[in-house]
């Protein structure tokens, strides 16, 4: 009983390393959400790599709860895995077999990140995500009309390609 409530003790330990650490893959998570939009706006080409930090979150928070809920996957992974199979037999065909390749296993690390935040849904806060998506979409938005009035001046500090609004026809 007395080695349970010794701050020092491993198993006090061992929870709170838990503790901080689920807090920490809970932020990385949230702070994907809040930067989706604006990456979207100002870097798309950057939005592979916020999914990639999510989804490593998202899984790293499964692994650290226990077994994950394979369940709650179960019949999106098989989708899933039904278009990896008819992405990767249809480089078989393709006109450039390697790029097609290339492309599924892209799309491969994309729904693994994808299905791992939908398996983590379940352990993670839903008012403060959406907050912070909501944030971020506002923030996108507000980015996306600076960038339309100033020609791309946001995106051309990091970028030198020409900024090139879209046709939007209203």
Do not use: K
């Amino acid at each position: 009983g007395g080695a349970a409530r010794d701050p020092y003790s491993p198993i006090c330990v061992m929870g709170l390393a838990l503790t901080v650490a689920a807090r920490w893959q809970e932020a990385a998570i949230e702070l994907a959400a809040f930067v989706f939009i604006p990456v979207l706006v100002l870097a798309p080409r950057g939005i592979p790599i916020v999914i990639a930090i999510a989804g490593l979150a998202a899984a790293s928070l499964i692994w650290s709860r226990g077994s994950p809920p394979i369940a709650s996957v179960r019949t999106f992974a098989l989708l899933v895995s039904a278009v990896l199979v008819l992405g990767a037999v249809s480089t078989l065909w393709a006109i450039d077999p390697n790029h097609s390749l290339i492309i599924a296993l892209r799309l491969a690390g994309l729904f693994a990140a994808g299905l791992c935040l939908v398996a983590a849904a379940p352990l993670i806060s839903p008012q403060r995500v959406l907050l912070l998506l909501a944030a971020g979409i506002a923030a996108g938005g507000a980015l996306a009309m600076i960038e339309l009035a100033t020609g791309g001046a946001l995106s051309g500090l990091a970028f030198t390609r020409p900024f090139h609004a879209t046709r939007m026809a209203f």
